[in-house]
């Protein structure tokens, strides 16, 4: 879709540091780290938000959760914990029109700056 963030990410016209993709999905650093490994995931459909989703498209976006969350616990072998979030609408602080997936690494120590 034009004039999407997501898409032109997901297109490389605008840079990301990649963490995961295939067919259906791209996964990449948030550029605002809330902790290290702070990660989207985006179907590469443009859908503005879950209420845009059929069965399929949930399928095939949270079927690929759990291996991203490896793929993240693998490069920040740290990690103890893991949120996994996804805001709906403005109200709901969605900032991103293009659907996406907040996976939010979780430390003891270090790197967690909550
Ligand atoms: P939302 O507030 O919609 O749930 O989350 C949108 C997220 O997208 C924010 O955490 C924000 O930091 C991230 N974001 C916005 N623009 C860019 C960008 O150009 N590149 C990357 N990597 N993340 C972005
Ligand atoms: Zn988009």
Not at 41 to 59: G, M, N, Q, S, W
């Amino acid at each position: 879709m034009e004039n999407c963030i997501f898409c032109k990410i997901i297109d490389q016209e605008i840079p990301s540091y990649k963490i995961y993709e295939d067919e259906k999905v791209y996964a990449f650093l948030d550029i605002s780290q809330a902790t290290k490994g702070h990660t989207l995931v985006v179907p590469k459909r443009h859908v503005t938000d879950i209420f845009d989703y059929d069965e399929d498209l949930a399928a095939d976006v949270f079927a690929r959760i759990p291996k991203i969350a490896r793929a993240l616990e693998q490069a920040f072998p740290e990690m103890e914990g893991l949120n996994i979030l996804n805001n709906n609408k403005e109200l709901a602080y969605q900032s991103v029109f293009h659907s996406h997936i907040h996976l939010v690494p979780r430390y003891s120590k270090k790197d967690d700056f909550s």
